[in-house]
């Protein structure tokens, strides 16, 4: 299948329904678009994501009634599951300054650190641990009370409660999963992100830790005509449009 320019690839992309069980999709090319998706801008850098990609058709046939039996879950051919791994937070971080000592130099004594290398150390080693520790929840109002004093006489970032950061892990996660779903389009292949699901059965079912969280559910398949339910509804562009000048 010939690649889709972006502009393509947005205007083909639909949330398809029914796939067509004749037309099977090449796991490769899903692997590929995942790797892409990997590539996601995310929150510091941080990846706080898995993706489970489902071949199996045991599996896709148990996972459909925790989807609710969607069509969409019924007849898809491949699934991928896109999980958010707020719990690793730590493992990451010290991923990252891995990739500093790569990068800059393994061992170097402070005094030798330069402006750069020096910002993102301490960022990796002290702003990422503030804003991602908690415990039972108290530190992170601990932490909230503290920026709100100093946010009343500079900016300062306010997102540092256990909620603020599970929401910032998941909107990450989001953009892998919307940067997954273009990639597939642009390969001509079909896919439906399905928020409905009972997630703590599918965490069940793919054996997750208890930490991680399932984001979303995407089936992949190639569509039939009858996959697609109508034509595409948006809100008037001039609407949601406001321009500041």
């Given at each position: 299948m010939s690649e889709k320019?972006?502009?393509?690839?947005?205007?083909?992309?639909?949330?398809?329904?029914?796939?067509?069980?004749?037309?099977?999709?090449?796991?490769?090319?899903?692997?590929?678009?995942l790797e892409l998706a990997s590539l996601a801008p995310n929150s510091s850098n941080m990846q706080l994501w898995e993706f489970y990609h489902i071949?199996?058709?045991?599996?896709?046939?148990?996972?459909?009634?925790?989807?609710?039996?969607?069509?969409?879950?019924?007849?898809?051919?491949?699934?991928?599951?896109?999980?958010?791994?707020?719990?690793?937070?730590?493992?990451?971080?010290?991923?990252?300054?891995?990739?500093?000592?790569?990068?800059?130099?393994?061992?170097?004594?402070?005094?030798?650190?330069?402006?750069?290398?020096?910002?993102?150390?301490?960022?990796?080693g002290k702003v990422i641990p503030f804003a991602y520790f908690d415990f039972l929840g108290v530190f992170g109002w601990l932490k909230y009370f503290m920026v709100s004093i100093t946010g009343l006489f500079r900016p300062i970032y306010r997102q540092v409660r256990n909620s603020d950061m599970?929401?910032?892990?998941?909107?990450?996660?989001?953009?892998?999963?919307?940067?997954?779903?273009l990639s597939m389009a642009a390969k001509g292949y079909?896919?439906?992100?399905?928020?409905?699901?009972?997630?703590?059965?599918?965490?069940?079912?793919?054996?997750?830790?208890?930490?991680?969280?399932?984001n979303m559910v995407v089936s992949c398949g190639i569509r039939k005509p009858e996959g697609v339910y109508g034509e595409r509804f948006r809100i008037p562009f001039n609407e949601v449009y406001k321009k500041i000048e």
């Open positions: 320019i972006t502009s393509e690839a947005i205007k083909f992309r639909r949330s398809i329904r029914v796939y067509d069980p004749e037309k099977n999709i090449d796991s490769k090319i899903i692997t590929e678009c071949t199996s058709k045991d599996i896709i046939k148990k996972l459909a009634p925790l989807c609710f039996n969607q069509n969409a879950a019924k007849t898809a051919q491949q699934i991928v599951v896109f999980v958010v791994r707020k719990d690793l937070w730590k493992k990451r971080a010290k991923a990252n300054l891995d990739f500093m000592d790569r990068v800059f130099g393994k061992n170097k004594p402070k005094s030798e650190w330069r402006k750069r290398e020096k910002v993102a150390r301490n960022y990796y599970r929401i910032v892990a998941h909107k990450t996660c989001g953009l892998a999963a919307q940067t997954f779903m079909d896919t439906c992100p399905m928020e409905g699901s009972d997630t703590k059965r599918i965490k069940y079912l793919l054996d997750l830790p208890y930490q991680a969280e399932i």
